[in-house]
């Protein structure tokens, strides 16, 4: 369970590495943005594997069951706050991605900064 | 419960509740002035609060009537009295002044949607203030930054899309940062309540998590902040925006994020981490330092009005990192005095610019010439405040710098290298105001330019007066944000008032 | 033992096609593996007693999150022709904080261990507690609806935000005679009803989505749902029916200007709850005081405020996915 354990929070760090390193080393706009959201889905998985308990359930009690042990119901509260977030950071995103190839024809971050130094 | 009581939740609620109206309701007109009702009853109830707490009482107010820690509360203290008070009084006057400078840069048809994100802009920045809920900070963090990904790219020209864009991946990596810093936090206390955090992180045993915490909820914040290298994003958001957007977010938004790192680091990390001082300094120095001389070059070297003043304020951002870092009394009252008085500065400066982009149609330094001439009013609105960046007596910004360097002559040899710093980055930005005043007074215009005759129209004058005035009124008496800033100060600090 | 093998699985899948979305050239591949993505997630959640959560992540990242991007997609490129990257900085970056990462977690307290600080102080009290103050099964919704109730009104003006955030940028219906790049709105077509299997077996599945959507919304207190699952889940299944039938029958079904109104009448139904309650006596958002006893009060205002979370969040999906979806039209 220990090796279990480490082995989430490593997954958290390693897909945390690889979304930061799409957003930063992609010039597409698009394909960015898809690495904005892995790296957003990373910490998600931070939080929840802070909800688990030996034994326990998801925490819904049901009626008549006594000495029911369940998860912690505050991470899940919060990363459902946090996913809607999340969509919602990306759907803007896309919406403004629309508007850049609209305008500058085309979603390659190099190719506009060159449109854009031309004065 | 009277209305009295509930004046804590109020500040944000009137703005909530009249963002969907001001949406819904397509009439000609409405928005603006749903937008403007709101914003302004939101002012006088922050300034009502403000009353109640100048004196040194902290206002405890449980959402939906949940005692702390199981439930969200506000807390309302000076300094963030102080900080509603300036984001809503900022908004306001945005809001006024902008009438006609929107009408012309934001279409008829997407009024609703503006003026509605203008509203939860507002009521995300306030929300972030008064609440004392870690988790909460992140949720109206991200309402003020989403809307002010929808304000920034309103503007007209097509570069505000791709800054937009700049701006929301640095934005959300700065505020996923942050949400993984209050991870750790939650992990090691089991809470998320500002104040039970600072009584419990201290009782931790292992501090490896509570260090990684604090950075990442430093970084994160940081980057929202502007604070010097992570300000990529500022410039180009602020040239390309909406001028009254730019009133507005200029005064506002990064005094927030200054604010909430202020708040996290002195109330929850003070206490727990040994030496927090000496890595605050360490940390905060080099970077307000650097801070104040890029930000001052580059503005030098700008031809753009507004990028001028957006590299200008990533220089005074560097002044209050460096407030921040001398952890003493006088250090934080200088960083908290200067958050207040910059918004001042930064706000008729900017209103100044758009005035003359309405006339001029251009905001380019060297399409200027002999502004000083054709619209006398606006320009001189425009010198008191470089005046006021420069520090010179009777202007706002030379309270700060005053705090500052009283602050940093407790320092020893770091106190001296840091007056030095302030003087040149004082010169650096007389070079830069200087070169627009050169340009507005003693430049005839070319002859080929289109003439300005007209003045700005008194709509949008008389509010940039009201707010250079202001601030000129606060250096002259100082007592009022002083006052609040030096108890802000002591509280922050744990030193008795 | 089967749970932990399940679990090491999941997670080693995430990484794999976290790495294989990294390294695609083709945009219609990433997306589609980014949807694939959040389906192990969703599960992952699971296997860690999240149940509200997964179906969360579910519906929304595998479901929404998709259509939304093939939509851009489609108005974009279709490949990344990023160049080779040039300098080192993404790389140690990233790495350092991968590191960072990985030396605080060391510490981290073992994984499912009872004794740890975060079961032991404000998550035991809401157990304890919901059957007496807010008597409703779903502990989950008792927190969000209710206890945290002022997180989740941010939340919901958040998504409003999005909505008008993306209204105000594709807006307008693009003028006539614009070109579009890339060939694809006129070769391909926007709906599938050419293709026979999909058309029958989508349309008898959307009236089953909806209702499906419905119930989680209903049922939200007593097992897991609540309004953001509903509204994602009845969006979906009108998205799908737009996919299907095209866009143009898609609007007719849900016409513009009802999913807007929608979504701004679920926020404002979110604040005058809150505005209600302060009117009655209460503090903000403090379902008490709205009824004859406190219980009832609670049942009263979650009932009200999921409602407004349902309507916002299906407004919200249905109005971004036809604005992107009529964005191309010629």
Not at chain 2, 134 to 147: D, H, P, Q
Not at chain 2, 242 to 251: D, E, L
Not at chain 2, 419 to 440: D, F, G, H, M, R
Not at chain 3, 242 to 268: H, I, K, N, T
């Amino acid at each position: 369970m220990a090796l279990l354990g480490l082995y989430n929070y490593f997954v958290f760090a390693v897909l945390l590495m690889i979304g930061l390193y799409c957003v930063l080393a992609r010039t597409n706009i698009v394909k960015s943005l898809i690495g904005l959201s892995i790296f957003q889905s990373a910490v998600f998985l931070l939080y929840i594997s802070m909800d688990k308990v030996d034994g326990g359930t998801a925490p819904i009690i049901q009626e008549g069951v006594e000495n029911q042990v369940f998860a912690n119901p505050l991470p899940q509260v919060l990363i459902l706050t946090a996913i809607v977030v999340g969509i919602s950071t990306t759907a803007l995103a896309l919406a403004v991605a629309v508007r850049i190839k609209e305008a500058y024809g085309t979603i390659e971050e190099d190719k506009i900064q060159e449109m854009d130094r031309e004065p | 419960m009277t209305l009295y009581d509930q004046l804590p939740a109020l500040v944000v609620a009137v703005l909530l509740f009249t963002a969907p109206i001001a949406y819904m309701l397509r009439l000609h007109g409405f928005p603006w002035a749903a937008a403007t009702a709101a914003v302004v009853t939101s002012f006088a109830v922050a300034c009502s609060l403000a009353a109640t707490v100048i004196g040194g009482e902290t206002i405890i107010y449980e959402m939906g009537g949940w005692p702390a820690p199981y439930g969200i509360v506000l807390h309302i203290d000076a300094l963030s009295a102080l900080m509603a008070m300036l984001i809503t009084g900022a908004s306001s006057a945005a809001l006024i002044f902008g009438y006609k400078s929107l009408a012309d840069e934001v279409g008829e048809e997407t009024a609703p949607a503006f003026f509605a994100a203008w509203l939860l802009c507002t009521a995300g920045l306030v929300g972030m203030v008064i609440t004392g809920d870690a988790f909460n900070i992140f949720v109206f963090m991200e309402i003020s930054s989403l809307s002010t990904y929808v304000l920034v790219s309103a503007g007209p020209d097509r570069r505000a899309l791709i800054s937009t864009y700049r701006y929301i991946v640095m934005g959300t990596v700065g505020a996923t940062f942050y949400l993984i810093g209050v991870g750790f936090l939650y992990m090691v206390t089991g809470t998320l309540n500002t104040a039970d955090l600072a009584a419990r992180v201290g009782q931790v045993e292992d501090i490896r998590l509570v260090l990684v915490a604090a950075g990442f909820v430093s970084v994160g914040l940081a980057v929202k902040a502007a604070v010097f290298p992570l300000h990529a994003w500022m410039p180009n958001a602020y040239t390309f925006a909406p001028n009254a957007v730019t009133v507005f977010i200029a005064a506002a938004s990064t005094k927030v994020s200054l604010y909430v790192l202020m708040r996290v680091d002195y109330a929850i990390f003070q206490n727990s981490i040994a030496n927090h001082d000496i890595q605050l300094t360490l940390f905060l120095v080099p970077l307000g330092v650097l801070a104040l001389f890029v930000g001052s070059l580059l503005a030098i070297y700008e031809r753009n009005l507004k990028t001028l003043l957006a590299y200008s304020s990533v220089a005074q951002i560097g002044y209050i990192a460096l407030g921040m870092a001398m952890t003493s009394v006088a250090g934080l009252t200088g960083a908290i005095v200067h958050m207040f008085n910059h918004g001042l500065i930064k706000g008729g400066m900017f209103m100044a610019v758009a005035c003359l982009a309405l006339r001029y149609r251009t905001v380019n330094v060297a399409n200027l010439a002999g502004a000083g001439k054709a619209m006398p009013w606006t320009m001189a609105a425009f010198v008191i405040g470089g005046l006021g960046l420069i520090g010179v007596p009777l202007t706002p910004g030379f309270i700060s710098k005053w705090y500052l360097v009283l602050a940093a002559l407790d320092k020893g040899w770091l106190g001296v290298f840091l007056i030095v710093v302030i003087l040149v980055s004082s010169l650096l930005a007389v070079i830069y105001v200087w070169k627009v005043i050169e340009v507005a007074y003693f430049r005839e215009p070319r002859a080929n330019a289109v003439p300005v005759t007209q003045e700005a129209p008194l709509a949008m004058l008389i509010p940039t007066w009201i707010v250079v005035l202001t601030g000129v009124w606060f250096a002259v008496d100082s007592s009022v944000p002083v006052g609040l800033a030096s108890s802000a100060a002591r509280t922050l600090l744990g030193v008795a008032p | 033992m089967m749970t932990i093998v399940f679990s090491l699985f999941l997670l080693t899948m995430l990484v794999i096609v976290a790495v294989a979305i990294l390294r695609t050239d083709n945009l219609f591949t990433a997306v589609m593996l980014s949807g694939i993505f959040s389906l192990i997630m969703a599960a992952n959640f699971f296997v860690l007693d999240a149940a509200d959560v997964a179906l969360t992540e579910a519906v929304i990242g595998a479901g929404i999150s998709t259509v939304l991007f093939l939509g851009a997609l489609a108005l974009t490129a279709e490949h990344d022709h990023s160049p080779p990257v040039g300098s080192w900085v993404p790389l140690v970056t990233s790495s350092a904080l991968g590191g960072v990462i990985i030396f605080a977690t060391l510490q981290a307290p073992r994984l499912g261990d009872p004794n740890a600080i975060v079961h032991k102080h404000v998550a035991p009290w809401y157990l304890e507690n919901t059957p007496l103050l807010i008597d409703v099964p779903n502990v989950v919704t008792a927190v969000l609806a209710s206890f945290r109730g002022y997180d989740t009104l941010g939340e919901v003006f958040v998504v409003f935000t999005a909505c008008i955030g993306v209204m105000s940028l594709l807006g307008r219906v693009r003028p006539r005679g614009e070109l579009i790049e890339e060939g694809e709105f006129d070769k391909r077509t926007d709906n599938l009803r050419h293709h026979l299997i999909p058309r029958v077996v989508g349309k008898m599945l959307v009236p089953f989505i909806v209702l499906f959507g419905l119930y989680v919304q209903f049922h939200g207190d007593f097992g897991p749902g609540g309004g953001f699952q509903a509204g994602a889940l009845v969006a979906a299944g009108i998205i799908l029916y737009s996919l299907v039938e095209g866009g143009a029958r898609g609007r007719e079904l849900v016409p513009e200007w009802f999913s807007g109104m929608l979504v701004a009448l679920g926020a404002f139904t979110y604040a005058a709850v809150g505005v209600a309650c302060m009117v009655m006596g209460g503090r903000f958002l403090d379902y008490s005081v709205l009824s004859h006893d406190p219980v009832h009060g609670q049942h009263l205002g979650i009932l009200l405020i999921e409602a407004g979370v349902g309507m916002t969040v299906a407004g919200v999906m249905i109005t971004i996915f036809h604005a992107f979806s009529r964005r191309g039209i010629r």
